[in-house]
């Protein structure tokens, strides 16, 4: 029996592999692009993303989205943000400029540093497969059948930084720069990787997430 999904497509998402990830692990997803199309009785929503946090919060304004997710976060049902789907969930980001996001973690989405802790300058973007660490307990949550050690895919040049550490579900480390790979708070859940693109590790994380 598949398992009914609702992903937002508002114009940047990398839309066709989340897609055809969900529906690998089970899913029929359902695929709206503004507040009209509906998504009151979801059973739980995606907010996939790549590109910028400030174009993608102006394609989610001008499609009414953003406040579709706001009141959908408040239902108690599953959220997954993806990427900059899960940067967006955060207060603000400082990607070109200062841009608001949904509010629905405290925090701000800040720069990778162009520095390891040595202070040797590295790649930002921030590419490749990294192991994931936990920051607070998997049991419970979508990353609970994953091992800790476990690498993902990971493609962005800016990252969460929660107010609260207790938000943190995982880390990943780039030569010694500790980064949000992933969140958790109630119902809401995002990673900065791509669980599309991450192998069954991602097949893993999008599995538990449907059951939720």
């Known amino acids: 029996m598949s398992v009914a999904v609702t992903v937002l497509d508002y114009g940047i998402g990398n ?8 529906e ?3 899913a029929s997803p359902t695929v709206i692009d503004k507040a009209s199309a509906g998504a009151a009785d979801a059973p739980r929503l995606v907010l996939p993303g790549v590109g910028a946090f400030g174009d993608g919060m102006a394609e989610l304004k001008a499609r009414g989205l953003d406040e579709l997710v706001k009141r959908f976060a408040q239902t108690g049902r599953p959220f997954l943000g993806i990427c900059v789907g899960l940067q967006m969930m955060f207060d603000a980001s400082e990607e070109m400029g200062e ?8 925090g701000r989405v800040r720069a990778v540093p162009p520095t390891g802790m040595d ?13 994931l660490e936990p920051a607070s307990p998997w049991q419970g ?3 609970e059948d994953i091992p800790a050690g476990e690498r993902a895919y990971f493609v962005h040049s800016y990252a969460a930084v929660p107010d609260d550490e ?9 030569d010694g720069r500790r980064l949000c790979a992933a ?3 109630d119902n809401l859940y995002g990673c900065q990787f791509h669980p599309e693109r991450s192998g069954e590790a991602g097949l ?3 599995r538990k997430f449907l059951a939720l």
């Not at 839309?15 to 969900?22: C, H, I, K, T």
């Not at 207790?166 to 780039?174: C, I």
């Open 166 to 174: 207790r938000v943190r579900l995982a880390d990943v480390h780039y």
């Open 183 to 185: 969140v958790h708070r």
């Open 99 to 106: 841009h608001q996001g949904l509010g629905l973690l405290r």
């Open 15 to 22: 839309l066709l592999n989340v897609l055809r990830a969900l």
């Open 24 to 26: 690998h692990c089970g």
């Open 204 to 206: 893993r994380m999008l």
């Open 141 to 143: 949550t979508v990353l």
């Open 119 to 131: 202070g040797v300058p590295h790649r930002v973007p921030h590419i490749g497969w990294r192991p």
